[in-house]
């Protein structure tokens, strides 16, 4: 009950550009502990129409527009009964496995297990393709479980780090801190809701926050950037008992000081994998406005020029989020 979509547009992932350039954390150290899948089509930032419908199937229609969860759960492990799919213990990510090649193509297979969503009529191409990244992002922020009196930090502000200010910007939190390297990206930071942008670059970061926040330090820091630096500055930025959200995906492995989480500050660290189940109020929300999505898609790419793309999403002065088109 499979279903054929022809490609209308496919975002670029900062771990499309890590697996490209050879991360370990995608190719391991050897066959036994690589997880993609060579040779194979990448890209699961995925939105398009229906071309065909396999048989048996009776709740999709050729022309229909939908977007598809980047995760292929097996339907019968322990996670997915329990509604954890995107733990699955067999799963796949599309892009990376034989099994579910990925959407830089101009038409991708969806197996049975695929988990899609209608894209309401009144919703862009461009917004449809922002489903995918902003849902993880709003995973990283549920599991940060942010109440109303927290300064909260979010370090990466890319296509998903500035939605995901926009989302915590809802929960009303005390302050809302937004970091990045790239000043076109913090001089659009408290459009999306932060009430203070900071440049690790120019700043002693964790001492700028503590002076934010009467000395202590931040209660809540979401790792969206994939930036080893990243960690040991969240780490030295939270006040006692804080809360550190690991959303971004490293290259390569990643050292950190842990007797500052234990004996130091006995910080609680979360880690954040995937969407969870967050797509049908993603959708709702950028439908309803409530989720800017304005400003986030900046560069569009033939698939002829995806190396072009690739450059430009890693390296590209004013890039948030790139998407390459059949």
């Keep these: 009950m499979s279903l054929l979509l022809k490609v209308l547009a496919c975002g670029v992932c900062a771990g499309d550009i890590k697996s490209f350039h ?39 229609a050729v022309g ?8 292929l759960p097996c339907g019968d492990c322990p996670y997915c009964a329990r509604r954890l799919r995107w733990l699955c213990t067999r ?19 969806l197996p049975a297990t695929a988990v899609n969503y209608r894209v309401p009529e009144g919703m862009t191409v461009e917004q449809a393709a922002l489903v995918e990244p902003i849902a993880c992002g709003m995973h990283a922020v549920e599991q940060a479980g942010i109440r109303h009196d927290d300064v909260v930090v979010i370090a990466g502000l890319g296509g998903i780090g500035l939605a995901m200010l926009s989302i915590a910007a809802s929960h009303m939190p005390r302050l809302l801190i937004g970091l990045d390297v790239r000043e076109d990206r913090l001089a659009i ?16 970061l964790p001492s700028a926050i503590r002076e934010l926040t009467d000395g202590l330090g931040c209660d809540v820091y979401i790792e969206a950037s994939g930036s080893a630096a990243s960690v040991t500055q969240g780490l030295e930025s939270l006040r006692q008992r804080g809360r550190y959200v690991q959303m971004g995906v490293f290259a390569d492995l990643v050292t950190a000081d ?9 910080l609680t660290i979360i880690g954040s994998h995937l969407s969870g189940l967050t797509y049908p109020a993603v959708i709702k929300g950028i439908a309803e406005g409530r989720i800017r999505t304005e400003g986030l898609v900046t560069h569009t790419y033939p698939l002829s020029r995806w190396r072009e793309a690739f450059e430009t999403a890693e390296k ?10 059949p």
């Design 22 to 60: 050879g991360g370990i954390r995608i190719w391991g150290t050897s066959d036994a502990d690589r997880y993609i899948d060579t040779p194979v089509t990448t890209g699961h930032e995925i939105v398009g129409t229906v071309a065909e419908v396999g048989e048996g199937v009776t709740e999709w």
């Design 64 to 71: 229909d527009r939908l977007v598809t969860e980047q995760i």
């Design 91 to 109: 799963s796949a990510v599309f892009g990376f496995q034989h099994v579910c090649q990925g959407g830089f193509a101009e038409y991708v297979l």
């Design 189 to 204: 930071g408290t459009e999306f809701g932060a009430d203070v942008v900071l440049n690790p670059l120019t700043c002693d």
């Design 258 to 266: 842990w007797n500052i989480i234990g004996d130091g500050k006995e």
């Design 316 to 325: 590209g002065d004013g890039a948030r989020k790139v998407l390459l088109v």
